[in-house]
């Protein structure tokens, strides 16, 4: 491998507050080095968390010649995060894993790349974690769920057993799903909810009971 870069060097896309948070779990995981930060806003030079910003998106591909080779991207924004993921699976990057110390996720859950598991969250037996999912901060998935591609479980969810959730939906903060609750995909259910029936793809969803309110395009 070309000088100035190692097989455990990893750069993050993204310089926000959950670019903070992913700083701050790979530091304690100890798997992987940050060497830098990708950023559209914050200028080449400044810090974020300590690690310095090398570049922006159109950079991405620069650093992959020079033989950077693992990435994770640390940005709320399902849709952004996926097209993301997209582009640097098909330059050739790694995707690598964030998963906090203090996370318990069960020996028996398969959890595939791109993926950031926050402190305290919970990942019972026989869970499926698909690509470039965020678990934030004190998530509890039960047994037998399914998290497909790009979703983001928001802090303090819980989802009971066999629960679905589909492609590119947000569960916003404290949501709780019941158990074997099939949601759909690109929706969004509102902080607070409680999801006691299943909801359909591109729709925007809250309440107690968790109904929907308008659909999305």
């Known amino acids: 491998?070309?000088?100035?870069?190692?097989?455990?060097?990893?750069?993050?896309?993204?310089?926000?507050?959950?670019?903070?948070?992913?700083?701050?779990?790979?530091?304690?995981?100890?798997?992987?080095?940050?060497?830098?930060?990708?950023?559209?806003?914050?200028?080449?030079?400044?810090?974020?968390?300590?690690?310095?910003?090398?570049?922006?998106?159109?950079?991405?591909?620069?650093?992959?010649?020079?033989?950077?080779?693992?990435?994770?991207?640390?940005?709320?924004?399902?849709?952004?995060?996926a097209y993301l993921y997209e582009r640097l699976r098909d330059i050739g990057y790694t995707l690598v894993n964030a998963i906090h110390p203090s996370a318990v996720v069960s020996p028996s859950a398969q959890v595939f790349s791109g993926t950031a598991i926050m402190p305290g969250a919970?990942?019972?037996?026989?869970?499926?974690?698909?690509?470039?999912?965020?678990?934030?901060?004190?998530?509890?998935?039960?047994h037998d769920c399914v998290l497909l591609e790009h979703c983001h479980i928001a802090p303090g969810c819980t989802l009971a057993g066999g629960v679905t959730v589909g492609?590119?939906?947000?569960?916003?903060?404290?949501?709780?799903?019941?158990?074997?609750?099939?949601?759909?995909?690109?929706?969004?259910?509102g902080a607070g909810s409680v999801v006691v029936s299943p909801i359909p793809d591109h729709v925007v969803a809250y309440g107690v009971p968790a109904k929907i309110i308008r659909y999305l395009d």
Do not use: C
């Not at 507050?17 to 701050?24: E, N, Q, R």
């Not at 919970?122 to 499926?128: D, G, K, Q, R, W």
């Not at 492609?167 to 259910?189: E, M, Y």
């Open 1 to 81: 491998m070309m000088a100035g870069y190692l097989y455990n060097d990893v750069m993050i896309i993204g310089g926000g507050g959950h670019a903070k948070v992913v700083v701050d779990i790979l530091t304690q995981q100890k798997t992987f080095t940050v060497v830098g930060i990708i950023d559209k806003q914050a200028g080449i030079g400044q810090y974020i968390a300590g690690i310095p910003i090398i570049g922006d998106d159109s950079s991405i591909e620069d650093f992959f010649g020079k033989n950077l080779i693992n990435a994770i991207i640390a940005i709320g924004d399902n849709k952004q995060r």
């Open 122 to 142: 919970i990942v019972n037996a026989s869970s499926l974690i698909r690509e470039n999912v965020i678990i934030n901060t004190k998530v509890s998935i039960d």
């Open 167 to 189: 492609q590119g939906t947000l569960l916003g903060a404290g949501v709780t799903v019941i158990p074997g609750i099939n949601i759909g995909a690109w929706s969004i259910i």
